[in-house]
Antibody, heavy 121, light 107 residues
């Protein structure tokens, strides 16, 4: 049973870089059948897809964030990471990582429990 | 980018009711449509993938249908644990996009 767990600072100052890690357990992040995505959700609002990475390192980003986002993978640690630069209060949200199964037309499953990041001085 | 529009945004229903939520894509997405359930303080949970496939462990009262631009999620007989927010999501092309959500409340 694959499980994902996000971790990182819960408070980031404006203009700084948000850095989060997602640790995958119960399965290999190197499996060729999966992409690994980041999604966020501001309090009381809907879901926004941030971007994804394949085990080869190939990435796709949401153009609305593209200039500020970097997603990477560390296969030795079975982790993926998210960096979002020049943050503002609008980046305050719960951040989730999730797995996409290629063979099932890319649904997001499972999801991590999410981690709240607040941008404030 | 593909826009996903759900209706209704909120819905009041009673235990035992049959409920249908619709999702419309701004362009054809074939069957690349997924449905999620989210309860307060929890991560979304996959219910239906590829428009009509029930995820393992999800009760059979949930079903999905549609293709192209129009999709539906149906709950055949509402149970108390089904009161939650439901999202559709297109996985046809990046950037992936979600509907705005449908909040299902107890009448």
């Amino acid at each position: 049973q694959v499980q994902l767990q996000e971790s990182g600072p819960g408070l980031v100052k404006p203009s700084q870089t948000l850095s989060l890690t997602c640790t995958v357990s119960g399965g290999s992040i190197s499996s060729g059948s999966y992409y690994w995505s980041w999604i966020r959700q501001p309090a009381g609002k809907g879901l926004e897809w941030i971007g994804r990475i394949y085990s080869s390192g190939t990435t796709n980003y949401n153009a609305s964030l593209k200039s500020r986002v970097t997603i990477s993978v560390d296969t030795s640690k079975n982790q993926l990471s998210l960096k979002l630069s020049s943050v503002t209060a609008a980046d305050t949200a719960v951040y989730y990582c999730a797995r996409e199964f290629v063979d099932w037309l890319y649904p997001l499953d499972p999801w991590g429990q999410g981690t709240l990041v607040t941008v404030s001085s | 980018d593909i826009q996903m529009t759900q209706s209704p945004s909120s819905l009041s229903a009673s235990v035992g009711d049959r409920v249908t939520i619709t999702c419309r894509a701004s362009q054809s997405i074939s069957s690349y449509l997924n449905w999620y359930q989210q309860k307060p303080g929890k991560a979304p949970k996959l219910l239906i993938y590829a428009a009509s496939n029930l995820q393992s462990g999800v009760p059979s009262r949930f079903s999905g249908s549609g293709s192209g631009t129009d999709f539906t999620l149906t709950i055949s007989s509402l149970q108390p644990e089904d009161f939650a927010t439901y999202y559709c999501q297109q996985s046809y092309t990046t950037p992936y996009s979600f509907g705005q959500g449908t909040k299902l409340e107890i009448k």
